[in-house]
């Protein structure tokens, strides 16, 4: 047992029962970590030779050293065993990334042995835990034994981010430790020295929990500056109570601001895998350097041998390209900030809140029912229906909008049930042309016309055609702004529509629509209703009797979109004036977290007033 690291630990024999006996609060850190995409069976050969990093033994990790031109990235490489030299560190459009040094194909691109990682098993206790607890024993070998009271933690029963942050922790103590006992010596830096050397500091970090209350105060946005006090008063408890060397339990920390630190590294740069049954978290260095991209081209897994992490290419990349990963191709732009610290311009899955006296959620009680009297249950409602996960779960109480009509008004085609949109034009065999990070891949159905016999039907058929035709040339100077097209996709998708039968209808809806009654309604009432959308009328433009409500419900929603604008302390203008300041002049740049804030409020704002443009030219496509 390594005798100098006791000092992190209680002397009293009692202080794990103690902390297996406290009340558990509710934890507000969300899980929150990259999910590998399905790969389909391919191989790791190049040029007919099997490729599989040699993990370097504990000798060779520890004579590594750097030469005055090395690159700190490639020894970082070097020193965790990576040995495919696919990719290589350099800045890109989406930050520091990995970048490929020649072409590839569907294969590893990085592989890093799994000694070299910090693996835990989610759950420990009430789980399969063989696979977690073998590689802390392989981990120890390669890089020293730790205390027997940081192994019951790191097997023990709290949850999975507070052992990772711990272990964190200990890894920083103890190579502070080597440094200050002048340790390091001729060998140069170990992996662990490395690895920490190149994360961001904490001031870095952008991550909600790292915001403090005053800068909290620059994302305007209500339900993200609660977030954000949520997430740091967290943070605080968990380095007080657990990690504090003054009055914690496991004493790793030095100062509150390692903890979060810490925190914020482990909610931001983890790994999620199951192997055989088992969940298990990883810290990985280098392999963690992977951007996130909606349009990725590389995920991430276990290797086929156990032995080692992988990052494979996905489709072939080409020499120069980025290597980017997804961490989570459904996640809006508050999950991004909340986890990683950044936002993406566009993103797909982002929707604008609607006002919350006319929603409702399938799994709200009667106690918990929107009002707009109510300001906490206004401003819960419109965190909930901020993404597009969440706005399925709801349901609309008002007038809906016809979908076809306003599609054609905003210049998309596609099939909006399905949020397949792409801009009037473009080949529906292509993806859709989102910003460059955004990798929706669109299959778009048909949105057809209607061809009703009935002379209403006839007449809007008519007018749809001119309405599209007009929104057509009303978007034309758009044309390659992908940010603009995928906002206008989610302010299409983030508004209560119809297909013309008053829902999703089938055969049933449409003939009772149309004038059938008697006979025909009963037998449509019992009919039963197919299994697939084959045999269903597709969706029908608005007719002109219906007109008129339709414009009141439109302008409904404009009077809420600018109230959403107007309540906030700073316009769009103001908001990207301070950004051109932050990246022109040197002298009035703002931190990268109040940046970031900026970027993300601003983001928040482009859509609802993009939402609110659309359908001010939908009623203009009604006059």
Same mark, same amino acid.
């Given at each position: ?97 990995? @970048? ?21 098993? *989610? ?34 029963? /709290?949850?999975? *981010? ?15 430790? #080597? ?47 609660? /977030? ?25 920390? *030095? ?24 969940g298990i978290t990883l810290m990985v260095p280098y392999a963690d350097l ?19 992490? /992988? ?11 980025e290597a980017a990963i997804s961490y989570g191709e459904a996640k809006c ?10 936002? @993406? ?153 119809? *297909? ?42 608005? #007719? ?6 339709? #414009? ?67 009623? /203009?496509?009604?006059?």
């Amino acid at each position: 047992m390594d005798t100098t690291l006791h000092h992190l630990f209680p002397s009293t024999s009692t202080s794990l029962h103690a902390a297996s006996q406290i009340k558990k609060s509710p934890l507000p850190l969300r899980r929150a970590k990259c999910r590998p995409t399905k790969l389909l069976p391919s191989t790791s050969m190049r040029s007919g030779v099997a490729l599989k990093a040699q993990a370097p033994t504990a000798q060779q990790a520890s004579t590594a050293t750097c030469t005055p031109d090395q690159d700190p990235s490639e020894l970082l490489r070097d020193l965790a065993g990576e040995e495919l030299s696919f990719v290589a560190m350099a800045p890109t459009a989406l930050g520091r990334g990995l @970048v490929t040094r020649e072409p590839v194909i569907r294969q590893a691109i990085v592989s890093v042995p799994m000694h070299n990682s910090l693996c835990l098993t *989610d759950e420990p206790l009430s789980g399969i835990s063989v696979f977690g607890d073998r590689l802390q024993q392989a981990w120890q070998q390669q890089h020293g034994q730790m205390p027997q009271e940081m192994q019951d933690f790191l097997q023990g029963e /709290e949850r999975w *981010d507070i052992r990772m942050t711990g272990w964190l922790l200990y890894v920083l103590d103890k190579e502070r430790q #080597r440094a200050a006992g002048g340790s390091l010596g001729a060998n140069g830096p170990s992996l662990w020295s490395q690895y920490l050397a190149l994360l961001p500091s904490e001031h870095e970090m952008c991550c909600l929990l790292n915001y403090s209350q005053e800068e909290a105060k620059e994302l305007q946005l209500q339900q993200l500056m609660v /977030e954000a006090k949520v997430q740091r008063e967290w943070s605080e408890y968990c380095h007080s109570y657990y990690f504090s060397k003054a009055s914690g339990l496991y004493r790793f920390a *030095d100062s509150m601001e390692d903890s979060i630190w810490a925190a914020s590294m482990v909610r931001s740069r983890t790994f999620s895998e199951n192997v055989n049954g088992e969940g298990i978290t990883l810290m990985v260095p280098y392999a963690d350097l992977a951007n996130h991209s909606f349009s990725h081209n590389s995920t991430f897994c276990v290797g086929q041998s156990r032995q080692n992490f /992988e990052l494979r290419s996905v489709v072939h990349i080409d020499k120069g390209v980025e290597a980017a990963i997804s961490y989570g191709e459904a996640k809006c732009n508050y999950q991004l900030l909340r986890d990683y610290g950044f936002v @993406v311009p566009g993103n797909p899955n982002d929707r604008i809140p609607l006002h919350p006296s006319v929603l409702s959620f399938a799994d709200d009680n009667s106690n918990n029912s929107s009002s707009s009297s109510s300001g906490g249950s206004e401003d819960e409602s419109c965190l909930r229906f901020s993404n597009a996960e969440e706005s399925s779960k709801a349901v609309f109480k008002g007038h809906r909008l016809n979908g076809l009509s306003l599609v054609e008004a905003a210049g998309l085609a596609g099939d909006w049930m399905k949020g397949e949109l792409y801009p009037q034009g473009q080949c529906s065999t292509t993806s859709q042309p989102h910003q460059s990070q955004n990798g929706s891949q669109a299959q778009p159905g048909q949105a057809t016309s209607s061809t009703d016999s009935d002379s209403g039907a006839g007449s809007s058929s008519t007018s749809s055609n001119a309405s599209s035709n007009a929104a057509s040339s009303r978007w034309s100077s758009k044309a390659g702004d992908d940010a603009f097209w995928s906002r206008q996709r989610c302010a299409v998708l983030s508004l209560p529509l119809t *297909d013309g039968y008053n829902g999703r209808a089938g055969a049933g809806a449409a003939a009772e629509d149309q004038g059938g009654g008697g006979l025909a309604k009963s037998i449509m009432s019992w009919m039963a209703k197919p299994i697939t959308d084959s045999g269903q009328p597709p969706p029908r433009a608005l #007719r002109p009797d219906e007109v008129s409500m339709e #414009r009141a419900s439109v302008q409904e929603h404009i009077q809420h979109m600018e109230g959403l604008l107007q309540s906030l302390p700073t316009t769009v203008e103001e908001d990207q004036a301070l950004l051109e300041q932050h990246a022109a002049a040197a002298d009035q740049r703002l931190s990268e977290r109040l940046a970031t804030a900026v970027r993300c409020r601003l983001e928040w704002k482009l859509l609802v007033r993009q939402g609110l443009h659309l359908l001010q030219a939908y009623l /203009e496509c009604m006059r």
